[in-house]
């Protein structure tokens, strides 16, 4: 299986990384910061289009993780730690949310590390288990 694809982006100071297998579509990124998330745009995340402080403040906001960061060495960093404590959260119709630090045991017996927000399938038609994909709305999941 091929390794999945993890896009960066840097304005100097941070650095923006893009998991697009992770994403579910959530379109909090371009809502809330368009001038540095613009689907209509190639390359579609322009890290100089804002200041690091927003765009950390943004990516937080992600709700699959897709979205995340990284400071260049010697840059403070200005937004909280990933949550210590893991809180679950079922959304309508959607993804089993996992928000905090975990350790994810897959079927193959590998272990991946998840910090921040984590999305789980409800639906069982992810392409990408047992992480969401966005199909719950395409196959109009209820749940």
């Not at 994810?104 to 921040?116: C, D, S």
């Given at each position: 299986?091929?390794?999945?694809?993890?896009?960066?982006?840097?304005?100097?100071?941070?650095?923006?990384?893009?998991?697009?297998?992770?994403?579910?579509?959530?379109?909090?990124?371009?809502t809330g910061l368009p001038e540095v998330?613009?689907?209509?745009?190639?390359?579609?995340?322009?890290?100089?289009?804002?200041?690091?402080?927003?765009?950390?403040?943004?990516?937080?906001?992600?709700?699959?993780?897709?979205?995340?960061?990284?400071?260049?060495?010697?840059?403070?960093?200005?937004?909280?730690?990933?949550?210590?404590?893991?809180?679950?959260?079922?959304t309508p119709n959607g993804p089993l949310?996992?928000?905090?630090?975990?350790?994810?045991?897959?079927?193959?017996?590998?272990?991946?590390?998840?910090?921040?927000?984590?999305?789980?399938?409800?639906?069982?038609?992810?392409?990408?288990?047992?992480?969401?994909?966005?199909?719950?709305?395409?196959?109009?999941?209820?749940?």
């Open positions: 299986m091929a390794e999945p694809i993890k896009k960066e982006y840097t304005n100097g100071e941070v650095t923006i990384t893009w998991e697009p297998h992770k994403c579910i579509h959530s379109k909090k990124c371009i998330f613009d689907f209509e745009r190639r390359p579609w995340i322009l890290a100089e289009g804002g200041n690091t402080e927003r765009i950390v403040k943004q990516i937080d906001t992600c709700p699959s993780g897709a979205l995340g960061y990284y400071f260049k060495e010697g840059v403070k960093k200005n937004s909280e730690e990933s949550t210590k404590e893991q809180i679950v959260e079922v949310m996992v928000y905090g630090n975990l350790q994810v045991k897959l079927p193959n017996g590998e272990t991946k590390q998840e910090h921040k927000v984590t999305a789980f399938c409800r639906c069982g038609g992810s392409q990408n288990k047992p992480f969401c994909d966005g199909t719950h709305k395409k196959i109009n999941f209820q749940g």
